[in-house]
């Protein structure tokens, strides 16, 4: 229930719009931009806390609140962008997505990065 939540609420915060002149790197931009504006926000054991972009990535911070298995999620997560109607043109536009997750030092746990490489088609 909670991964389904977690799933729902990053796909819907990373929903971008579709105008095609802008390049990635503005289109990642205003992405963070949006996000970050909205921080910092509780996903059930997650709480993202940061949103910046570097060139055409758009890289999301979140802060673990207890051991939640990461690598699972992502694939959840990776399947739910590659699906999107919104999300997938910003794939195929060259947006990816950095997904960082911190553990209870603020140390690194997990890195992840969501690119249209990871969707099957």
């Known amino acids: ?7 729902i609420f990053v796909s819907v915060m990373l929903n971008g719009c579709q ?4 390049k990635s790197n503005g289109l990642a931009d205003y992405r963070a931009t949006v996000i970050s504006s909205q921080l910092p926000q509780e996903l059930g054991p997650l709480t993202l806390v940061d949103a910046k ?16 298995n990461m ?9 739910s962008f590659c ?3 919104e ?19 603020e140390k690194v746990e997990s890195l992840n990065v969501i690119s249209l490489a990871k969707c099957s088609n």
Do not use: A, C, H, Q
């Open 1 to 7: 229930m909670l991964r389904t939540t977690v799933i």
């Open 19 to 22: 105008i095609s002149p802008i």
């Open 53 to 68: 972009s570097k060139s055409n990535i758009v890289t999301l911070v979140f802060v673990k609140k207890k051991t939640l």
């Open 71 to 79: 690598d699972s999620l992502v694939e959840k997560i990776v399947v």
């Open 83 to 85: 699906g999107n109607i």
């Open 87 to 105: 999300i997938r043109p910003l794939l195929e536009s060259g947006i990816s997505y950095r997904i960082i997750t911190l553990g209870k030092n």
